[in-house]
Structures are given as C-alpha cells and as structure tokens.
C-alpha cells in the first residue's frame, strides 16, 4: 500500500511539531498545525518561515502550506487529515489526554501517530479506540527534524504491519532514514547511544583522560562525528541525558551491563548545579568570550583548555579509510588503544545483546547508531570490522557475558555482514544464517556496482562507472579527501574519458554524481597554489580552460549529461554539475560560487552559467530583465559567495535552472539522474550556444562606483574591492560589450580566465588561500 | 498675453514610511498616489476635473512601478476624464517641486485652468539608482556620478561642520517633527492611507525622540574617516505628496478659497561634487525674481538631505540670522525623504507652517543630485 497523505495534522507546535510540519511542507504536503489557539501556532509558523540558522524549511514559501488552528477546531479540520501526528510534550497523562481529543474526531481510518523519545507507545494509545489502535505507530524524530536523518518507527501490538511499511516509505520519500524498532525504553538509538556515552565517561575517569582528549578519541577516529561525546553531550543537555539515562537504568531490569547505566554521580551534580551544557553556557565546556574552558572534574571548576597530544589519535586521523583508521586505534597495548579495545567491546557486546530486544535484527541497530549518532559504521558492524576473535577476547576481559549471536557466529565461523552472490549486502541473521538486504528499486547501489566490477576506469580523484543501460558515471571521488571530493585534473581526465567513451559509442549517456558526504566541494586549492609557487601559470589557465571546454562539452553534447548535485557543491562543483544539461539535485544543497573567499573568481564557466540562467528569467509579460538587472543578480550572488540553504533555495537564487529536479531523499538522486539521463534520450535535442546580453562599459562603470562606494565606507575589505572590479567586468562582459549584440560564451570564458589569472597571482590572493587552507575560513583583506 | 497669477488651492500627503519593513511596503507606488490624490480632490469638491489640462507627477526613478509614464496613470486611476494628460518629469529630489513649477508657468501663460502636482517616491520598491544604471566613462572619470552621501561628506570637510553640529542638528529636526505631531499639526496635511487586508497608515513613521549617546555611536556611513552617519543622512524612505492649483481667476470663479499664491520659482546648477550648495543660488534667484530679501521671509523649509548638507547651505547663504525660521515643524532628517516626493511635500508643509505661524511668505528650497538647486516662494492666501 502507498500511503500519501493530502493534508496531515500536527498537533502541537512546539519545535519538534513545527520541524515535522516543515517536513511535510517541503515535500509538498499541506498540513494543519494545531496549538492551544490559532495565533499561538500562528506564530511558530511565522518563527519556522523567518529562521535563519539551521531553517527547517527548505524554502520560505513552503511555510505556506502549514495552516495554523486551534484544538477547538477539531471537529471541522480533524476529519481532513490523513494522517495526525501528535507530538505534545511528553508527559504520558498529557498525551493520553490529547489522544482522547484525536480519537473523538479523527476520520476513521486516518493514521494516528505519538512522537516520543522514551515512553511506552502501548502505554500512550491503551485507552483509544480500536480503529485508533490499529491506525496508529510511535516515531521518534531527532531534532533537528530536516537535519538528522533518522526516525524510528514504533508499533503498538495493534499496529498493522502494511501500514508501518507504507508509513515508513512515506518518510524516506520525505528525505528520512527509518528504522523499526519495539516499543522497549529510549527504542534504539538512545539506548545503545546512551549506554556508550555513559562508557566513555566511566573509560575516561578509568585510564585518566581529560575531557578534551577522550573527545579526541571518540570523535572520527572512532567513527564518529567531530562532536565525539562530551560536545554532544553539552548539545544535547545534560538533563536530557540524565533523563535518558534514568529512563534505561529504571526501565530495563533485565539489561546484563545495567550497573553501568546508573547515572554517573557527576553527571547529577552537573545537572543538580545547572550546568547543563550549551543551554545553560555551561557543560563540559564552557565558553567563555572567545575562549573554550573545560570542567574539570576534580575541582569542579573551569579551567583553560589543554590541546590534546595522542600520537595514536594524530596517526590514526591521517587514514582516510575508515576500517584502517579504526584498525590504528585497537593495535597496540598504550592507553588509547586499550580505551577504544574496552570502549568497542562494550558497546559491541551491549548492541549484540539488544538484537531480539529493541529491534529485529543487528543490521537496524547499526542502521540506527549510524543515522541518529551520525556514526560511519554502526557498533557492531566495528566488532565485524576488527574480528569477532579478536573483539570477543577484549568482551571476555571485560567480564561481560559474550552475547549469544557472536557465539553463534564464532561457532559458525561467519562473520556478521557479508555479499551475497550478487553482491548484495548480508547480515547473519540465525537461523535462517545471512540475510540479504533487498534492492530498494529508488536507489542506485554504487558499492554494490563497484564490487560488481562495473568500474570502467578510475584515478585517485574519480571513477567512471558502467551504470548499465548505456549510462556512465563520472563519480567524483578523492582518495585522499573522500568527504569533499576536490575538483582537479584527475576528476577532469575521468569527465573527459567519459565523453571520448560515448563519442565512441560504447555508452550513450553521462551522469556526474556520486554518494559521497558532499558532490564536490570546489577545486583543489593546494594545487593551486602549489602551481602559483611555482610560477606555472600557464598550467593553472590550462586547468581552468580545461574545466571550461569540458563544461561547454556536456551542455552542448549531442547526448544526454546529467549531474545529481547534493550537499556541498561549491565552486568547481558547481560549475561540474552546470556543465551538464539538467540536473537532478539533493534538497539538502549547499551550491555557492564561493571563490571570493580564496580571493579568486569563477573561471570554470561558473559566470557564464549564472548569467546564462539568470538571462533566461523573464517577466510577467514574458520580457527579459534587462542586460544590468542580470548582471547585478549574478554580481550579488559571487560578490558575496552566497551559498544556498537547499535545493529549492538554489533554484529560487538562480544557481539551478528552473526545469532542474529536487528529490528529497539524498540517497536517491543518483538514480533519479540516471532515469533522468534515459528519459532524455528520447528525441534528444542539444542545446545550442547561448549568448548573453550584457551591459558593457555603462553597466561596468555602474559596478565600479557602487565597489568604491563600498570600499571607501569600510563596507568591503581593499582586496575585495580588487576582486569586486575584475568580477564587474566579467559579468559587464567587458568594455567591448554591447547589450543589443549578445555576448558569446566563448568570450565570457575569455573574460573569467583574465579575471581569474588576474588575480591568481596576486599577493593578497595568496593571503585568502593560504588563510583557508591553514583555518578552513575566509580571511577578509 | 496676459501671465496669470498662480494659487495653490490646497495639498496633502501621506505619511513617509520606512523603506525597510515599512507599512506603505504593501502598496505600489501608483495605489499610493492614487489615495493621495483622491484625498486631495475628495476635500475640493468645487474644483471639477474636466478643467485640468494635465497632471504632472515627479518622481526620481521613473522606472519600473514609477515608470511607463506613472502620471498619466495616477490620472486614470484616480477617474480624470481621458481628455487630461499626463506628464511625469525627473529632476532627481526637486521631481514634484518641477512638477509644481511645470503648471505654474503652463497656466500663468493660460494653458489648462487647474493643474495636479504629484510626488512619489517608493524607495523599497525602486531603489535609489534605479534598476538599469549604466554609466558613461567621461562623465564617470569627471565623478559626475558622486554618492549624494559622499557630496555630504566634501562640504562637511571644506566648510569644517563638525559631526557634533551635524547631530545637534539632526536632534533638532527630530524634536521639532515630533513636538509637530504631539500638537496635531499634520492633521490636515497628512491624509491617512489605507492599508491592503485592513487597517491604516496615518502616522510618519521615523520622528523620535533624540538618543544622543545612539547617534554618537553611529558609524560613518559613507567613508571611514567621515562624520556623516545614518543618523545626519535623511532616511531612505516611502511616500506621496500632491498639490493642487489654479490660476487665481478660476479659483474666484469656481469660489474656491486659495491657500497661498506663488510668487516666484527658480531653478540654478552648483558643483555637482558640492551638490548640496544648490538651495543657496536658487534662492538667491527666486528672492530677486519675487522682490523680496530672507528678511521678509517668515518660512524656510530647507530639503535636509544630510544635515551636513543644510548645515552647509546655511552658512554659504549667509542664513545664520534665520536660523529659526527653518523647518519649524522638522526636516526630512526627521520626516523621512522620498525623494520624487519631497518637492511636494515640502510646499505643503510650507503652508502648514504659514498658517500655524501666520506668516506671510514662504521660501521652499531644496538640492539636487547633479548638482541643482530648486526654489518655490510663496504668499500665503489673505496674508
């Protein structure tokens, strides 16, 4: 069954019910929020539609499908919901209250669904009715609700399992990762989260660490986000935490590492002096002024903080594979290692024991930690990683008793994930033995195509892959920076093989993407500079032109190329996904022309294809904008190096071409490329060269004076006024430009290579690259 | 050919909002004028619409919702028959003040027996610089296209105006703005405005009270050496004047009481790097042309674009003795300063502050971008 609700209704408006409706609103489903009265959920409307940071809208506009109501109007707007979510505070009599109120108007056969983080979801439903019941799950979003992938679906005993299926199709079409789990204290995440938190504070006490250097460990050497446990934890608050935890010790009799979730006596008096992180400015850390201190435990005072000094942490941080990095941190008999052999133990043992318990199978609970806790690789997916042997000797250390599935998987000789013959992933599963885990027919399976063999030819920079059906992917993929996937030579000798293969008939159409952390996050810099140094100027222009007639190549291919920008898609990366003819976009896009922060200019097409598409704009009654408004437009947006929040806000700024598509599930915009790419091929008709009208001398001039306006009031640094004026005439189209003769592509490449070499070579531009290279952040001279 | 003398039978205006998030925001320019005007000609029901020979509307940026010829629709849209045309003129700030120069000399040679003036400025919707500026290189190398802010900052350096003098100045205007409110003095001048989903704008929306340690902690707004901040700059702002005259004879004939006369108009060029200086040789003109020296002046009301820039003309015209006779009921510091607008709203508040004061003779006056000046002198009706 598919499940698509027209309108849903929301009841309660605080931050998690608002970032719910935001949810539905950008997936174009209208919603009802319902508060106390109208006004009040009026006004967490009007607060969701002008955040700022961290928007839960993808675009304002989309605040316009959330109706703000009150709860009196149930009996007339209940009814026009399919689905209700009730997300009041939770307090257990609140929300039997409030569900009383749902069951009395609710239609029939609508789905009824309680968020909660900890109580009993048979607890929250007892009393409704048996529609009710049999309509009705538990979720429990992380907040952020657009930010944080995972949403853990809860049936009560009465739910029907089609509808938790179709339930959870409808929030991975939202962009959501889901997992089911049972209805047993804090379900899945929290649970094991919880209990590894609580590990690492006992581990760090034990072997004498500071705050600073078990965050150190436990942050991406481990695999886990930079936030590692004890800024997560100031994040989280540490009431919310105690709470949690209070939550498994008393709840969960039965659980054999319960002693270690008795809440730790400093978390307590933390919590008891209101230090309870970022919420009350103090934590763990504590910020003071532009300085970061540390509590220390002894003393319970703040002091200065202490750069942590781990050889291991240092070595281990250099690996870019996960596995290795992983396998560097358990390897030897130091402290850390013995802290990351006792941590992995532990939480691997407490994971394996909740399989059966809080979920189906060890493959939800992974799923689970990696979606909710941002982990690379689940807890027991790390004891698979480093050897069930080796992993159940540190368990047997730790005197805890060896769970039953890594006994069965030892006395099986299996390890617990695995490929089956298709090269599906599989997960031991006694006793049907390894299970695989189906095709989701939404999803392109890149690792899967790799262990295929579907690679055509790769470099340390990207791969060109057989994605069948004629298709083949450029995939950026960095070797050394996975994450960010830099633009260089290498991705450029993969573009360019690409479109060598299709001229030569062995594919019929290119799709740029990949599923890495981010698309591309701009050109290599050190290169850059390395090639600056050395005075090799001619090279950097040839990159540049290279980037350029490679862009050029793809838009007016005589085949369909398609890009599937997501996340970071900055500079180069941008202007790799507009040097194809649609592209089929992550709603999570993060897409800038940001050179101006390393004191450059776009010169890979990037001012070329923002004029092209702000040109193609038209007004009510069908007319250009006029050669300056579009040139301002663009000026606007790489003078200040905007950076999208999303997709649709791309789209709305310009940066995407109105027929480009949004998907909200990031996991499937590469096959949704793919399809798009095959589609096209049907009546293919290239895009021939488009021209653009702009102003020239006047409109230049006109630049310039609003720069030295600027420059003189302090409002732009000297260096950027320099950058400002060579990106005036770039986008004037230079002073030869005459907006009744529109000015060809060629000749706005032409212009951004001077503008680019230009200023490539310019001391304060060495100044920007190196700043960002040394501090990740823009310097302003 | 016999001149005919000129009368302004009456004006109004609405109130100047804030350009940022302020209330008129939700209107175009053209509803705007257009309430305004209905306004204005609503209280003059003796004064028929078959015998205007055109409405003149200035505004500053004559383009998108200000342009396609905007008086012209100002007229239709306010239900003048076809047969009255419309004229849009641009003068930069002095807009309206030509529009109002326009019909004054049109109809003293006998051409049309009553005449609209219009002034509007949406500054939120059409920026300051307009949508398409283009630029030409000679003009730009002789700095033609100086910042209005930053001819501010020339005078206040050449003429030593200190940016203490030029924010006692601006409190000044404030305090006198809002001391103008608390005694009901706009009331017929400011026409309240409806607002689309209910609700009115009757209120200027920038007069407050004085915050010296704020203004002090202002930040120089056009260079970094400078003193001309936010605070001594007129705000960019949101509003509609209008004006409405007639040659005397047909006010007498139709029975309509006049509420002043003019006696003389001047328009002069200045330095356009000094472009504030324009109100000093304008005047000069004007005073000659009406007979009349500042002595017999009871009313100046001086455009304050900068307060630097008044400041400036003060001193260069030799104004000091008549200090007090200056925007006795506020300036555009403190009312706010669409540009188109201002021309027509400062005749206006000239005649509010003749009638409150009983004086007898006005002298309106304003700069110029370019480097202009612009003067209207009048004699209030029966003085």
Redesign the interface.
Known sequence: MEFLPKRVGVVGGGIMGTGIAALFANLGIDSTLFDLDAATAAKSIEALKNATKLPQLTSRRNAKRITPASTTDYPTLLPACDAIVEVVPEILSLKKKVLAGIDAHRRPGSIVSTNTSGLSVNAIVADCSDDLKRHFLGTHYFHPVRYMPLVELIPCAETQPELLEAYGALLRRAGKQVVIGRDTPNFIANRVGIYAMLKVMALTAKHGFTFEEADAITGPPMLTPKTATYRLADMVGLDTLLHATANSYENCPDDLQRDELQPPALLTRMVEAKRLGLKTGAGFYKKDGKQILTLDPESFDYRAQIKPDLERVRKAGKLSDPKQRLAAMHEGDDRVAAFAQELTAAVGAYALHRVGEVAADLKTIDDAMCWGFGRTLGPIACVDALGLERVAGWIDRAEIPRPALLEQALAKGTTLYGYDDAQRVTYFSPPAGHVSVPDDPAVLDLPRLHRLGKAVSENASAKLVDLGDGVVLLQPASAYVPALNPIDDGVLDQLEAAHEHIAQGRFRALVIGNQADNFCAGANLKAVVDLAAAGKLGAIEALAKRLQDLGLRGLHADYPVVAAPHGLTLGGGLELALGAQLRVAASELYAGLVEVGVGLVPAGGGCLRLLQLQSAKRNLRGRPL????NALAVFQKIAYGTVSSSAADAQEQGMLAPEDRIVARGDAVLKAAKDAALERLEGFTPIPPTPVAL?G???Y??M??EVD?LL???AIPPHGATIARVQARILSGGPDANPTEPTSEERILELEREGFMELVQHPKTHERIAHMLKTGKPLFN | MQVREIAIVDACRSPIAKSKKGALNALTPLELSAQVVNALMERNPKVPKDRFEMVVAGTAYPEAEQGLNVARLIGLKTGFPVSVAGVTVNQFCASSQQAVMILHDAMALGKGDAGLAVGLEHMARVPQ?G???????EL?ERNV?I?M??TAEVLATELKISRDDQEAFAMRSHEKALQAWSEGAFAKEVVPIALPGGGTCAQDEFPRAPDAAKLRSL??????D?TVTAGTSSPLSVGVAAVLLMPVEVAQELGVTPRATILSTAVAGVDYERMGLGPVPASEKALARAGLTLDDIDVIELNEAFAAQALAVIQKGGWEAHVDKINPLGGALALGHPLGMSGARIIGTALTALERGGGKHALVTMCVGGGQGATTILKRWGA
């Open positions: 006029g050669p300056m408004q102003p001398e006047g409109g001039l006109s310039l004076s306006a003189r009031r302090g | 610089g949508f398409n500026p283009s630029l030409d290189r730009h296209y910042g802010g930053d930040k120089p707004a056009f260079r970094t400078g």
